[in-house]
């Protein structure tokens, strides 16, 4: 089974640029470079169909070509390598592991777009990271893969690291630009696009790390091994995770499409003696909780979407019969309220309701105008009604919550107590 | 225009806006937060929310966010959707999860957006029932009350006087439910528009704290439509009353003028009304300190107000019916205008200019549209601080245009707007003696002495290929500058120069003058803004008078006995020693005025004279426009119109020129007949007669409490309320209720809208005009000819004068101007009186900061302390203007050290 | 007072932005990096390096959870609350660490100035859950047994 993100990363090591190169390393920039124009890289990867690794999905070349290429001045990528959605930890494999990975897809990618500039939006928390990649940048404009004049293309990028300072939504790519830009990370809205209006006002791309190590690949491989390498009708492979009560808790790259069972049994190595599965978020915190009921669905965007969740970052945490699932959305919505920039109402104000009133629940204090309240908040937290996705996604864990595991909630409005036990806050 | 179909109605609209303000100019109720018509959407709040249709066919719709949505063409929307109102009353559920309930303690009870939005959303039971979070709230100074637990975060605080006014000293902190607005620390805030956070702030967070020591609600006081006394810009203010005090000023909107909005001094200026020092009853001199009733006093002036031998000063702060009634007591012979003779020529000029020269003056809404600069001479934030404010707008113009263009957004998109322009500034040229705050926004800001300025000035007309002499001997770095200017210039489509009385200098008129012409003759349509100094310093200059120096003559010569000194304080325009001895010389000095002042105190006869708020009349701004102000109520004591006093004079000594008139109507109708300058005035305002449904408007809101029970401390029965003969305005409650035209609106005020918030169904379209209009009219419009060329002659050179500095004025917002330094408040801002000088003249005259300073001026000695400013020019010092406790009022003028 | 060490890191960052401000955050970290928290005298003098008012600054500075604002121990312990590591014992090592720390609650800091104690949401290491960093340490699969030998280890 092809893993072509990950089969270079050896445990404990990160690839440096001679290991990079000796695994075929920057043979996809020189292609581009002496090979391809920026319109063909474009016309490549949304022929790949390659969808966005950050959670949406969305097609990284369509996303490309909405630049604006005739317009005069800067133009800037970065990568999004925020990664701060609870349950998640695959960008920190790619990132700690194969730096030049994502240094070559961002390479490619900035001269698809004729970005001048670039930046890597690294959280604070990952220290090993932001060692590799400063010093795999370095290594980088050394060998003259960065800078001016690349490969005597005449194409010059910068490229700099910033780590970020804390806050979940310095994810949002609108309000990561604005963090860039030493503001309050506020999201912004759309339209304009951050393709049009992004980074200091000028054109911007952002892309998830995984999104973006995955370009060398496809220009060095094309879109048909590309899509053979799914199962399903979403190219690629992807890196899946588990975490929670299972014997092996990992992250494994597969096949687009594995589906939840092997994961969860073949990788992961089935729950831990003595827990049961009682449900997961498939993608992370802010995806909608999937039950045994679909443990056969596909792990692409299309098959989960269908179940009523959504792929997000593709890394499963997974509930069991010994957790309180109201503690679970209760842990979770506080994350979400914490987490709000505080801009816009329904966020910033429903969300610690709505965490309140979980709390009321676990301590016993929970009434049934309670749980009315929580299905109103899930009804109108839903997208578009809020500024931007946070509260939403925060939604999607308690509306499931509330669909899969009403009686839970029940139970503690009647028993006025957590069945599960007490907790400490 | 677009077609746009709300809940199965179609209405015709423009394109482009946004759905909210398009709801709102159709009349329909729609609640918002965050969105303000002058600040643009953002789409924080998400109280707008409105059910959109794809088409026709389309039953399910998709909530949208109105002030985010340009109007299309064939939108299809719905306000009544069940939907859409059931999240638009959470949306005030969870607002209200912090907000203390405390409105029946909260000073905006009754005049609160969030109450008026609580109830329209149908918000009115809580389900919340956890605890609230709690906030410390700070000290802003004297001007405002900070109470943060009422803040429901629409960001319109910050995004007014960060981001509209350019005020650096207050912020947004903090994240998620903690965010706080408010200061870094504790401490005043620092715009001179902070009171404008009363109004845009739509609950009780920021209130007006001058207000509080006299608190009243809304519907409790006794409004009119007032014009602001504070400088010479006349910003149309909403002056309330109650038990007799003039309690608070609120902006009173006018499309055409100041907008939504007020600067700190018009606001809080107002408390010189409630002064203690204040003239209430009649007072001669040498007759019993037993009150003297007004028969008693007219008898008395019969004798002394000889014709031929009385002479009468006028004042720029008196309304045209006063200065008019008395200019036709004494006779226009005898007629002496009270301004400095500096001042005096200063205004004719500009006078000159605008009614001679081919540029059209702008309204402030007009300046806030230029897309260049040029600002001469003038410290804008401190003599004509609204329309500094609106260079703040005009230099966003060109680079927001821009980037509307590259990042495909409208103007009302505020935060895309803002983040594809960047801190990008349109141009914008600042020349004055010292740094102004407003050099911030400024391409380029130059200090040099006004003499050398208005060289600039020439020199640019020049390049602007004007037929004007060479200026020679610029430095290298002036010649640059000219030419950056020249070509920032050319290149606007409506460049704008600004320049005025506050550079002291005749020079600087003349200079923007001519690159005014000189872009006209290339064929802008530029604009030149001319700033004065009081509320009618024009009224004044057109209604014209001799100098003040001749009147000193005709006294000292003894050729009048009295003078008769309008509302006017004669040792502002005079210097001490110079007033001592005219004022010694008068026989008999008769004043009408507000204030004990240092005229007072040599008058021989006190008339006391009503205030604006006490008051009907009529002033003309720097724009030359005639705009009525209303009596708010009726004063204590002797107290009345001085024009009342005057007319009443007038009948005693039976003057033929003022016989049969009696109420305001009849002088503006004379005044309009005998003046064409004037002309139209009689019709700024509907006449006394006025009535609508035979009803006349009413100064108080129909809830106005108390009335009966007010007055019981006095007697249990209830007085008569006063009758309004002069005007359509009635003293009470009573009245007609709908929409009064739009010069005489008393208080913005529309069932469902108790909030300021309201002025919105009394535009035309939000942001726009009112709906018959906006108030005022322009009595003075470009020459069509152009019959006056340009000025030829370039000062000179400023040189210093060994053992001399040249004294200029200094403007401040809070203390230049003579009443509002009457409100405590106002008076805690004002600078300690000083002498600015640079280093190196200081140096010369051996003095340090800190140090007393002696000078000289007409052989009078004078002692200040000094003020180091390396940015001052050598042989040039700065003293602040107006302010209490100098004693020198004509300057520029050469001192000796 | 910024030290000259301060002054020449800002101003290396400012010179990767376009705009002077654009670098507040990196001046934030570079003062915090040197002084473990940035005071309002801090807050003050950044603001005047990049031509920005104290308030703006501020503005960022209180934004961010990792930007301290106020006085912090020589070692801050960040633990991870989010939900897997909920899920595998979180709960646990907070009700350790609070003991082993003689404080209260979160925020706190210990009486000889060692440790401050804060919550920080998911540290990206869910399959090793429960874990903590400790300045630049990451410790995982923790168990209650394993808080006082880490703690040791810090002066
Ligand atoms: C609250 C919030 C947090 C997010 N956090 C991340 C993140 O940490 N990493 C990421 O790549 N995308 C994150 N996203 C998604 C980004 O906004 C954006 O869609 C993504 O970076 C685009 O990259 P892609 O097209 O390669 O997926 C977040 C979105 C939201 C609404
Ligand atoms: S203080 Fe007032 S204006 Fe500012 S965010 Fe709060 S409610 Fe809005
Ligand atoms: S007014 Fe539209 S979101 Fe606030």
Known sequence: MEAPLTSAIQPGVSLDIKGYEAAGGYQALRKVLQQMTPQEVTALVKESNLRGRGGAGFS??????????????????????????????????????????????????????????????????????????????????????????????????????????????????????????????????????????????????????????????????????????????????????????????????????????????????????????????????????????????????????AAGSRLGTGTMVVLDDHTCPVGFVHNLEHFFAQESCGFCTPCREGLPWTEKILYALEQGQGTAADLEQLDLHTRLLGPGNTFCALAPGAMEPLQSALKYFREDFEQHVHEKRCPYGNHTY | MATIHIDGKSYEVKEGRNLLETCLSLGLDLPYFCWHPALGSVG???????????????????????????????????????????????????????????????????????????????????????????????YLGPFLNHEMNR?????????????????????????????????????????????????????????????????????????????????????????????????????????????????????????????????????????????????????????KCKPGRTIGIGSPRASLESNFVLQQ????????????????????????ILRQGPVRTP???????????????????????????????AVRRQPAQEAMHTAHVLSWQDAAVREAMQDKHGPCFILHVQPTKLDEIATGAYHTAPDNIARIGFAVCRLLKAPVPEVKDLTEQEQQLAQQIADALMAAERPLVIAGYGSGCEGVLRAAANIGRALHDSGKPAMLALTTPECNSMGLEMLGGHRLESAIDAVVNGEADTVIVLENDLYRRLDKPVADRFLKHCRELVLLDHLYNATAEMATVLLPGGTFAESDGTLVNNEGRAQRFFQVFTPPGAIQESWRWLLMLAAATGNERLKHMAYLDDITRAIAQRLPAFAGIERLTPPADFRIAGQKIPREPHRYSGRTAMLADVNVSEPKPPEDEDTALSFTMEGYRGEPPSSMIPFFWWPGWNSVQSINKFQVETGGPLHDGDPGKRLIEPGSNGQHGYFMDAPEHFVPLAGHLLLIPLYHIFGSDELSVHTPAVAERMPAPYIMLCPEDAQRYQVAENHQLQIAIDGHPYTLTVKLNPAMQKGIAGVPAGMPGIGISETPVIAKI | MLTQTEITKIEHEVQQVPVRKAAVIEALKIVQEQRRWVSDENVEDIAAL??????????????????????????????????????????DIRHTLLELLAIKKYGQTTADGRFTLLPNPCLGTCDHAPALMIDNDLYRDLKVEMLQGILNKYE
């Open chain 2, 363 to 393: 309204s402030m809404q007009e300046a806030a549209a230029a897309d260049a600069v040029l600002i001469l001479g003038e410290d804008l934030l401190n003599t004509a601080p609204m329309l500094a404010l609106s260079v703040r707008q």
């Open chain 1, 60 to 305: 990284t070349g369509m996303k490309w070509s909405f630049v604006p290429m005739d317009m005069e001045g800067p133009k800037y990528l970065v990568a999004n390598a925020d990664e701060m959605e609870p349950g998640t930890f695959k960008d920190r494999w790619l990132l700690e592991g194969n730096p030049h990975q994502l240094i070559e897809g961002m390479i490619i990618s900035a001269y698809a777009i004729q970005a001048g500039i670039s930046f890597v939006f690294l959280r604070w928390a990952y220290k090993e990271a932001a060692r590799e990649i400063r010093r795999a940048i370095s290594e980088a404009y050394a060998a003259g893969y960065l800078g001016r004049n690349i490969l005597g293309s005449g194409f010059d990028l910068e490229m700099h690291l910033h780590t970020g300072v804390g806050r979940y939504m310095c994810g949002e790519e609108t309000a990561l630009l604005n963090s860039l830009e030493g503001r309050r990370a506020v999201p912004r809205a759309k339209p304009p696009f951050p393709q049009i209006s992004g980074l200091f006002g000028r054109p911007t791309i952002v892309n998830n790390v995984e999104t973006l190590s995955y370009i060398p690949h496809i220009v060095s491989k094309g879109v048909a091994w590309f899509q053979g390498l799914s199962r399903t009708g979403d190219g690629g492979t992807k890196i899946y995770g588990v975490s929670g009560r299972v014997n092996k808790p990992g992250a494994w790259e597969l096949p687009m499409g594995v589906t939840m069972r092997e994961l969860l049994e073949e990788y992961a190595g089935g729950m831990q003696h003595g827990y049961r599965f009682r449900g997961a978020l498939p993608g992370g915190a802010s995806t909608d909780f999937l039950t045994d009921a679909h443990l056969d669905t596909p792990m692409d965007f299309t098959a989960v979407a």
């Open chain 3, 50 to 91: 990049l031509g920005m008012s104290a308030d703006e600054v501020d503005s960022v500075a209180t934004f961010y959870n990792l930007i301290f604002r106020q006085p912090v121990g020589r070692h801050v312990i960040l633990l991870c609350d989010s939900i897997s590591c909920w899920v595998m014992g979180y709960e």
């Open chain 2, 44 to 138: 924080a709040c998400r109280q707008c929310a409105v059910k959109s249709f794809k088409d026709g066919q389309d039953t399910k719709g998709k909530l949208i966010m109105s002030c985010m949505e340009p109007v299309k063409d064939q939108l299809r929307i719905s306000i009544s959707d069940k939907e859409a109102a059931a999240f638009r009353e959470q949306v005030i559920g969870w607002l209200m999860t912090n907000h203390p309930h405390d409105c029946a303690v909260c000073d905006e009870g009754g005049s609160c957006h969030l109450q008026d939005m609580t109830v329209m959303t149908g918000h009115s039971y809580r389900n919340y029932h956890f605890t609230k979070r709690t906030y410390k709230n700070q």
């Open chain 2, 151 to 303: 803040c429901i975060q629409c960001y319109r605080c910050v995004r007014f006087y960060k981001d509209f006014a350019g005020g650096k000293d207050m912020d947004v902190f903090a994240a998620h439910n903690h965010v706080y607005f408010g200061r870094h620390q504790d401490g005043v805030l620092e715009s001179e528009f902070s009171g404008n956070l009363a109004e845009v702030c739509p609950t009780g967070v920021f209130t007006d704290k001058t207000l509080q020591h006299h608190y009243t609600r809304k519907w409790d006081m006794t409004y009119a439509p007032s014009v602001c006394q504070g400088c010479g810009l006349g910003c149309n203010i909403i002056a309330g009353e109650r038990y007799g005090s003039l309690r608070q000023i609120t902006t009173r909107y006018n499309g055409a003028v100041n907008g939504y909005f007020l600067c700190d001094r018009g606001r809080y200026g107002y408390e010189f009304v409630n002064s203690p020092r204040r003239i209430k009853e009649v007072a001669i001199r040498g007759l019993t300190d037993t009150a003297i009733d007004t028969n008693t006093a007219l008898q008395y002036l019969q004798d």
């Open chain 2, 329 to 352: 007591l004494v006779g226009p012979d005898h007629f002496y205008l009270g301004v400095s003779d500096t001042e005096h020529d200063l205004v004719s000029l500009a006078l000159k």
